[in-house]
């Protein structure tokens, strides 16, 4: 009966640990996720776009969100506020982290679906979190010379032409920046915001490391 007892105890304090070790990982992803949506909120306000973005005042800011829905709930308190005096609006792309290219290149499904993004003025490509996109490249080349902020969290994303990456950096969540990607988008990144990147890329091809 000892046994079962002691057993049973054992279970039980093996139960807590595992769930309190499970909320801690949920509680920093969290964390982590209402972090970049303030980087999201500050790359939004030292972005310009072009005048085919910026026209009409009346129309919202959209953030597109592709592979994971955790960030899109950390940045719906973003909805409520306003950046040079335009709401912002959130948009999922549920679904979207499947796509893959089709082998024609006037494939009509895949042509209407970046034609979506391209209505935005970030996109987010996430991969981390409770999904994962699979062809971050593909959509990145797809939008190659659209005045779409692309965002996102993956190695090698500003050598596949994606402007801001986020890094983890001594468990610090920080960024870099492909400023030639973002030139050839018709994006202005303004200095503010080049200093604080851990690493840009320029048009010439330079890189420039800072800590």
Known sequence: MKNKVYILVILILLAVFVSAT?????????????????F??????????????????????????IGSNDFTKALKPLEH??????????????????????????????NEKMEVLKTCHMLL???RGDM???????IIKALEGSPV????????????????????????VRFEINNAAAKQAKLKIR??????AKRVIEEDGSKGAKD
């Open 125 to 127: 490509l996430c991969s």
């Open 40 to 65: 999201v909120y500050n790359f939004l306000k030292f972005v310009d776009w072009s005048e085919e973005k910026a026209a009409d005042s009346n129309e919202p800011i959209t953030i597109g969100i």
């Open 22 to 38: 499970s909320m801690a990982a949920d509680s920093d992803k969290i964390r982590e996720h209402q972090i970049k949506a303030a």
């Open 191 to 196: 200095s503010k915001l080049l200093r604080l």
């Open 149 to 172: 902020l692309t965002v996102g969290e993956t190695d090698g994303f500003l050598e596949s032409g994606g402007i801001v990456n986020f890094v983890i950096d001594d468990q610090k």
């Open 81 to 110: 506020k306003k950046i040079k005096n335009r709401n912002i609006s959130i948009k999922y792309f549920a679904g979207y982290e499947k796509l893959k290219r089709p082998q024609e290149a006037d494939d009509r499904q895949w």
């Open 132 to 138: 994962r996109i699979e062809n971050p490249c593909e």
